[in-house]
C-alpha cells in the first residue's frame, strides 16, 4: 500500500472513455430539473448479480453521473459483473459560502435533498426491476464524497423512517452501502438507527481529510459523522461494517474506488451473498505526505468561499 497514491493517480490519468452500450431513462423530475439514469448492464446477468446505484461526487457543487472518469469506473465494474444505474442528483450547495460547524443549514439543505432524489431513483428500479433483470434483494448504494454522503444518508433515511423513503416498499432493504470519503448529517445528536439496523456498510476514507471530515464535527444536537464516527456506532450496535483507514491520506481516497474492485467482490461475498455478520477493519500507514495532491488537504472554505 506505500505506493497507493501513485497507482491512485495513475489510474485517474490513464482511465479513458469506452464504448459502452448503456440506456438513459428519466426516473424524475424535480424542481423543473428532469433527472437521469445510465443503466449498464454485464454481458451475463445472474439471480445473484448486483446493481450497484453510484452516486457522483462533486461536493454538491458540481459533478456528472457520466463523466470519463466514471464512465471508465463503470467499465471496470461492469467488466466485474456488476449492473451499474449511475444517477443524477440536484446540486444544493450551488453559490455556498462560509460552511462551517456554525452555518450547517445549507449542508443539510443539500444533503437532503440529493437523498430524496436518490431514494426517487431507487423507487424507479424497484418498479422496473422486472425489465432491467435487477434482483430486488441485490441492490447496493454506492458514491464518492458527495455521492458517499448520499449513499449513507440515503440508507439512514430509509432505517429512520424520515424524508420521502415512505415511497419505497415497507420490506426493501439495501444489500449494502459503499462509501469513499463520505459522512452522514445528523441534527439528533450521535447517529441513531432507531427502526432498523443499517444494510452492512463498506467505507475508504482518508484520516486527514478536512472536507469530509473522518472523525466527524459536532454542535450540541447537529452532527457531521464521518468514517471513525461511525464505526464506533457499528461496534457498539455490533453491526456489520468493512473500513480501510488511510493514514497520511486526505480526500484523495474518494477516487479509489477503480483501485478496490477486489475489496468491493470479497465485500459482496461474505456480506451480501453470504450473509456474514461480520466486522473488518483496517488501516494503512506509511503513506508520503509529500506526494498528496493539494486538493488532498481542502477544506469547506476552500470550496464554499
Not at 163 to 187: C, K, M, Q, T, W
Amino acid at each position: 500500500m506505500k505506493k497507493f497514491f501513485l497507482l491512485l493517480m495513475l489510474c485517474v490519468i490513464t482511465l479513458g472513455g469506452f464504448a459502452q452500450d448503456m440506456k438513459t431513462y428519466q426516473y424524475a423530475q424535480r424542481d423543473t430539473l428532469n433527472l437521469y439514469l445510465d443503466f449498464y448492464t454485464p454481458e451475463a446477468v445472474h439471480d445473484s448479480t448486483i446493481c450497484l446505484v453510484y452516486v457522483f461526487g462533486g461536493g454538491f457543487i458540481g459533478g456528472h453521473r457520466d463523466g470519463e472518469w466514471e464512465k471508465a469506473y463503470f467499465k471496470q465494474l461492469v467488466d466485474a459483473g456488476f449492473m451499474v444505474a449511475s444517477i443524477d442528483y440536484r446540486l444544493g450547495l450551488k453559490g455556498a459560502k462560509n460552511l462551517g460547524i456554525f452555518n450547517t443549514d445549507p449542508l443539510e439543505k443539500a444533503v437532503y435533498m440529493a437523498t430524496e432524489d436518490a431514494i426517487l431513483a431507487l423507487d424507479y428500479l424497484l418498479k422496473h426491476a422486472d425489465e432491467l433483470k435487477i434482483n430486488k434483494n441485490y441492490i447496493v448504494m454506492t458514491g464518492s464524497s458527495a455521492g458517499a454522503i448520499t449513499s449513507l444518508q440515503t440508507d439512514y433515511a430509509m432505517c429512520n423512517g424520515y424524508l420521502n423513503s415512505d415511497i419505497l416498499p415497507e420490506d426493501f432493504r439495501l444489500a449494502g452501502v459503499v462509501a469513499y470519503a463520505g459522512a452522514i448529517f445528523s441534527h439528533e445528536g450521535l447517529v441513531k438507527y432507531r427502526n432498523r439496523a443499517p444494510a452492512p456498510t463498506m467505507m475508504f476514507h482518508g484520516m486527514k481529510d478536512n472536507l469530509v471530515s473522518y472523525k466527524g464535527l459536532s454542535l450540541f444536537s447537529v452532527g457531521f459523522f464521518g468514517l471513525d464516527a461511525l464505526v464506533k456506532r457499528f461496534v457498539r450496535f455490533d453491526y456489520p461494517y468493512f473500513v480501510r483507514r488511510f493514514e497520511d491520506y486526505g480526500h484523495s481516497i474518494a477516487l479509489a474506488g477503480p483501485l478496490t474492485i477486489d475489496d468491493l467482490l470479497w465485500f459482496c461475498r461474505h456480506y451480501i451473498h453470504n450473509k456474514e455478520k461480520i466486522q473488518v477493519d483496517g488501516t494503512y500507514t506509511n503513506l508520503d505526505p509529500a506526494t498528496m495532491p493539494p486538493y488532498d488537504y481542502y477544506t469547506p472554505k476552500d470550496l464554499y468561499k
